[in-house]
């Protein structure tokens, strides 16, 4: 025992009692993570630490040669009887000569998160911490690495999901855990919270003790310092622990890391994130004298204040969050995080009885909540709620992150953050975020966020209003029910709105409300139930609802078009007006038909999906149809990105139909072929009789160019060339703004294809003499472009995120920057190979 004195308090150390306090706490929270788990979870559970002890060819993961041994281990009952039954042949001792190992290399392995928790379920991962030893060196360290992959594999046979994290304290105490971000390791986002989860969640399976949870210290600030004094004092020996640190150094930075994190994790799972997430905006409101749920859960257990403490980490979370709300008067967002809990913590209801002690303790909870049954019970069908419940509960969900996500822009303002400690993770969260969520003309939105486990509807009835009512729009309504006599007027209860029918139509399917069993019907006096089932039958072979989740490196890129669908003739057919003809005819009369010259093209859709996994579509529609859909088309496809895996074109029209699908299909790759370089273009025109005018046009690295040629001009073709490949005034698609009519117009073409519409874009490119230059792409991909600045980079950042903070959401600044939702400016810079060919990578902060 050590009496230290301290501004006239004695802090008192009594390890042994810190230590009966702490293995207690232990025992309790391996009970409560066993008792309801299944057996195959049990088996995981109680085998993990002995299959990290040793390493043997008939144990699962075996790696040859890889280092192994826990400090102080000792077999439980039931791993000796599954060696007995294993192995039988080799004693203990023996096990392990197949390893390289001349010293116990894991100091500690301990589990974290939800297990033991309210809220641990079937489905719950074990997130275990392996602390080895520092003296590893870096195969010995790979080995150990491959070991635990091939022990999560062998989880995964039992449908247990388990993620180790190797753990050095030296490096972890040094500020040094800067791995690079992904869906479970937040990178340099966070350090001190990320350690404050871990200590008031933590359960040690094996190894030494975790050395801050038995030492009562006064000022975390002064928690190293502490702990000098008692190893120099003889108090505690350092070999006989594992140590993180203390809790005393956060930043502002730190904080805003962790919550753009945790935004980030609530796309794919919303319920467990909202907690987290408004746990630390309770947290940074009380910035700078943020009192942590680890601190007082560890002052409460020292000081044997038990009685009336869950020790549950979840509940304390909610416990913080409750009271931040109720102080903040926020009652509706304490609601939701409170259903949120609920749903989190009943995942599993389905699967397992609803009992135990969980099951009791929720019982608890609701009737201080004071819900009522119905409100439980619409809860408890949460895996079968229909598209309403889940639309509600997705823009309730869309509107806590929005809300955090504002008070957070706040928080940075208030505190000066500095966003260049972490350039990369800022640009991954942001482009996550807003892929998920932010919502653009002709953006699919995906409403099902992990909340039903089916949306999908027996009957679909799409509906076409063409004329505008009292509150109701023309446009294309759908209801999920079969239309009745009595009922057309049924688009009053409809599900969903869009002005175009090949939208509503992609959201029904991307969210799985269209699936192969729906029934389709439809009232319209354009679209038969033929045509749209030709349709709906194109749409769905051609795209998966399911593909792998864009990586951080695909994030990194701009959102090219990964799969493209051209739709022609869907809801304007002008070829029904004529009788087909079975005489040749030139490709070229199709867009210039008849007597009267009509394009049989009347409309055209695009639908695709990007790099980001976003779903985008476009209309076009009249006479020019094809020609407005080829511009857009030249402007979305750049140089040097990659060719989109798949590309077709569907016709619908009721005559011509096979030789307006080749015309289109050769003009759409010929746009693509010349936008990507694979096919040659010197610049020549192309020309094309459109509804009795002639079009002609021109594909450049910016897009497509083009200008009305007048029928009396036509045998000046070469000359009117010339001039419009020179001509200035000749219209692009892509506008650009400048500082100043002085300035050059050319800037780094690799630019144009990170164009995204929404983003604040910042392009740094070094000059030869020191300087740099700015290329600035607004949210309406107009360019900006600064020359020969001097000074740091890191400054102009910092400076950029100022005025960004600062900025209100109407744009109402003097540099005009809209704050949107998750939009946080973007840095690149541009590099030049050795072979003089650029590339734009993100921009790392040099320190």
Request: overall charge negative; proline content about 3%.
């Amino acid at each position: 025992m050590l009496l230290i004195e301290k501004m006239g308090v004695f802090l008192k150390y009594d390890i042994e009692f810190a230590k009966k306090q702490v293995a207690d706490l232990e025992h309790f929270r391996i009970v409560r993570a066993l008792s309801g788990a299944s057996s195959e979870f049990q088996h995981i559970f109680k085998l993990v630490t002995l299959l990290l002890q040793v390493n043997h060819p008939r144990l699962p993961g075996f790696v040859a040669g890889t280092p192994v041994g826990i400090s102080n281990f000792t077999l439980s009952d039931y791993q000796q009887e599954y060696l007995a039954k294993v192995v039988p042949e080799f004693s203990y001792s023996q096990i392990n000569a197949f390893s390289h190992r001349t010293f116990d290399a894991i100091y500690g392995v301990y589990v974290m998160g939800s297990i033991a928790s309210i809220s641990q379920t079937a489905a719950s991962d074990l997130d275990i911490w392996v602390c080895h030893r520092k003296e590893l060196k870096n195969d010995e360290r790979e080995l150990l690495k491959q070991k635990t992959l091939v022990l999560q594999s062998w989880a995964k046979q039992y449908e247990i999901d388990v993620n180790f994290f190797l753990m050095d304290q030296e490096r972890f105490h040094c500020f040094r855990y800067s791995d690079a971000m992904t869906s479970e390791n937040c990178g340099s986002a966070q350090y001190m919270l990320l350690l404050d989860e871990f200590y008031r969640s933590a359960i040690r399976l094996a190894g030494k003790p975790l050395l801050w949870l038995h030492l009562l210290v006064e000022d975390e600030q002064q928690y190293e310092t502490e702990v000098e004094q008692l190893i120099l004092n003889k108090q505690i020996n350092p070999q006989d622990w594992v140590d993180f640190g203390g809790l005393g150094a956060f930043s502002a930075n730190e904080y805003f890391g962790a919550s753009l994190w945790h935004l980030y994790k609530g796309i794919d799972s919303p319920y467990k994130s909202t907690i987290k997430i408004l746990l630390l905006e309770a947290y940074s409101w009380e910035y700078p004298n943020t009192y942590l749920i680890s601190s007082d859960f560890k002052f409460r257990l020292l000081t044997d204040r038990t009685e009336d403490y869950h020790f549950d980490p979840y509940l304390a979370m909610l416990d913080r969050v409750t009271s931040y709300l109720i102080n903040h008067g926020d009652f509706k967002r304490l609601n939701f995080v409170r259903r949120c809990f609920y749903i989190k913590a009943t995942e599993d209801l389905w699967y397992t009885k609803a009992e135990g002690w969980r099951f009791s303790l929720l019982s608890e909870l609701t009737k201080q909540w004071g819900w009522d049954q119905d409100t439980i019970q619409e809860l408890n069908q949460r895996p079968f709620w229909k598209i309403k419940m889940v639309k509600r509960s997705y823009n309730d969900l869309v509107q806590m992150l929005m809300m955090s996500y504002r008070n957070l822009i706040k928080f940075a303002r208030k505190n000066h953050v500095d966003a260049t400690i972490m350039p990369q993770d800022i640009s991954i969260l942001s482009r996550k975020l807003y892929s998920a969520f932010e919502e653009l003309p002709g953006k699919v939105s995906l409403v099902n966020l992990l909340i039903s486990n089916d949306l999908s509807e027996e009957n679909l009835t799409f509906i076409e209003v063409t004329k505008a009512k009292a509150n109701i729009k023309p446009g294309w309504y759908v209801v999920n029910h079969a239309p009745k006599a009595s009922e057309l007027a049924s688009y009053n209860r409809h599900i969903e709105y869009n002005p175009n029918l090949h939208k509503l139509v992609s959201w029904a399917y991307f969210n799985g409300l269209l699936a192969k069993g729906t029934q389709l019907h439809i009232f319209s006096q354009t679209v038969s139930l033929e045509k749209l089932t030709a349709f709906v039958a194109d749409l769905t072979q051609f795209f998966p609802v399911k593909v792998p989740p864009a990586t951080n490196e695909e994030l990194h890129h701009p959102c090219e078009i990964r799969h493209l669908a051209v739709f022609v003739n869907l809801v304007s057919d002008p070829t029904k007006n004529f009788v087909q003809s079975w005489t040749n005819i030139q490709q070229g009369d199709l867009f210039s038909f008849g007597q009267n010259e009509e394009s049989l093209v009347g409309s055209i859709d695009l639908i695709y999906r990007n790099l980001w996994n976003e779903i985008r579509t476009l209309h076009f529609e009249g006479s020019n149809a094809i020609l407005l859909a080829l511009k857009v088309l030249a402007n979305k496809i750049h140089r040097g990105s990659d060719s989109p895996k798949a590309v077709d074109v569907f016709c619908y029209s009721e005559n011509y139909q096979r030789a307006l699908h080749d015309l289109v299909l050769t003009l759409v790759n010929k746009c693509i072929g010349i936008q990507m370089g694979t096919i040659s273009s010197t610049n020549t025109p192309n020309m094309l009789r459109i509804a009795g005018k002639n079009w002609q046009f021109f594909f450049e690295n910016r897009g497509m160019r083009w200008q009305e040629i007048p029928d009396a001009q036509l045998a000046n073709i070469d000359e009117l060339a010339h001039i419009a490949k020179s001509d200035e005034k000749a219209p692009h698609f892509f506008p650009h703004k400048f500082l100043s009519p002085q300035h050059n117009r050319k800037y780094p073409v690799e630019i144009d294809a990170f164009a995204s519409e929404g983003f604040l874009q910042f392009f740094f490119k070094d000059n030869t003499d020191g300087t740099f230059n700015v290329y600035i792409l607004d949210e309406q991909n107009h360019l900006e472009i600064y020359r020969h600045c001097d000074g740091e980079k890191e400054r102009k950042i910092r400076e950029i995120n100022y005025i960004y903070q600062q900025a209100d959401r109407s744009g109402n600044n003097m540099y005009h920057i809209i704050q949107r939702d998750f939009n946080y400016p973007q840095f690149y810079q541009l590099i030049s190979d050795s072979n003089n060919s650029r590339k734009i990578i993100p921009f790392t902060a040099i320190h």
